[in-house]
């Protein structure tokens, strides 16, 4: 008899503790991924930054229990919750290390399959992570990851900039051309596949809104304080942080206002690579 039939939903706090949310902005790129990464059977597959366990669990379950699944993050915690997930889902496929994606714990030629869902723009050293994968990805292997793109955001950041020039801020113009540039252009993402030895280098772009009712609610928003409010601290000086935050949630609120609402447009690509059989 098939094992799913006997399966039953146990009620108790350890199992809907983890029944439960995954962040809108994981789940708009894992399925912009879901909806391009080619499934096969008997694979042997990696998730570089899997975090709570998305997208790895979700491919782990459509995969099936002829592959096996990987999954790598330096963030314990999340590891470990991602564990418990495995647990509760009933995943017998399912391995996870504490490492990092710069230094991967795979023997050469071992994967089949590589995802990363917004790992890219969280790696110190993406070339670093990108050539460990081409070494552990069997020839002809795939790298497929998500990511959110330049542009990101676009709206939120006039209005940030619109804030520096108002408080005569020219001179911090720089830092914030700096953040915004740190992510990558299509052009620049397909790049780094080819120079760390992919070919076959393919992209589908897609993008969504997030709507908020005004700045209050966006710079109060948990995933938005816990994703970002750091780095945008980080371009300004500390003195001037209190009185920065306030004129760029008045401005936002003023935005809000005018435009019925604060419409964030987020770019996102998946872009996928082959590596190159070397002889
Ligand atoms: C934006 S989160 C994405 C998590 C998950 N894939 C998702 O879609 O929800 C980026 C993840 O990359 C992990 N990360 C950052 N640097 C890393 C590294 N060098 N090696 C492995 N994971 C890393 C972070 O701990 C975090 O879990």
């Known amino acids: ?15 809907v503790s983890t029944f439960d949310e995954l962040p ?27 975090g709570a366990g998305f997208p790895l669990l979700e491919l782990a379950g459509r995969l099936g ?34 490492c990092t994606a710069e230094e991967l714990p795979f023997e050469p030629d071992s994967m089949d399959v590589i995802v990363s869902n917004l790992g890219i723009n969280n790696f ?50 720089q830092h914030l051309k700096e953040h915004e540039e740190h992510r990558g252009s299509v052009d620049s993402i397909a790049d780094m596949f080819t120079r760390n030895g992919f070919t076959d280098v393919r992209h589908f772009l897609d993008s969504f809104i997030m709507r908020f009712v005004d700045g209050r609610a966006f ?27 306030d004129s760029l949630e008045h401005n936002l609120n003023e935005y809000a206002r005018d435009n019925n609402g604060l419409y964030l447009t987020v770019p996102m690509a998946y872009i996928e690579g082959e590596k190159v059989i070397t002889l």
């Open 1 to 15: 008899m098939p094992e799913y039939l006997n399966y039953k939903f146990t009620d108790t706090p350890s199992s």
């Open 24 to 50: 809108l902005w994981s789940a708009s790129f894992g399925l912009l991924l879901l909806k391009h990464l080619e499934l096969k059977p008997c694979i042997a597959f990696l998730d570089i930054g899997s």
């Open 65 to 98: 229990p002829s592959s096996k699944c990987y999954g790598i993050d330096t963030w314990i915690n999340a590891n470990d919750r991602a564990r418990q997930k495995a647990i509760n889902y009933g995943l017998s496929n399912v391995e996870i290390s504490d």
């Open 124 to 173: 110190n050293n993406p070339d670093k992570v990108f050539r460990e994968c081409h070494r552990v990805l069997k020839p002809g292997g795939k790298l497929a990851i998500t990511t959110n793109l330049n542009g990101h955001w676009r709206e939120f950041y006039c209005v940030f900039e619109a804030t520096l020039v108002q408080m005569n801020r020219q001179d911090l113009l």
């Open 219 to 245: 710079l109060n928003h948990y995933f938005v304080k816990l994703g970002w409010l750091e780095s945008w601290k980080g371009m300004i000086p500390d003195e001037l942080q209190a009185t920065f935050f």
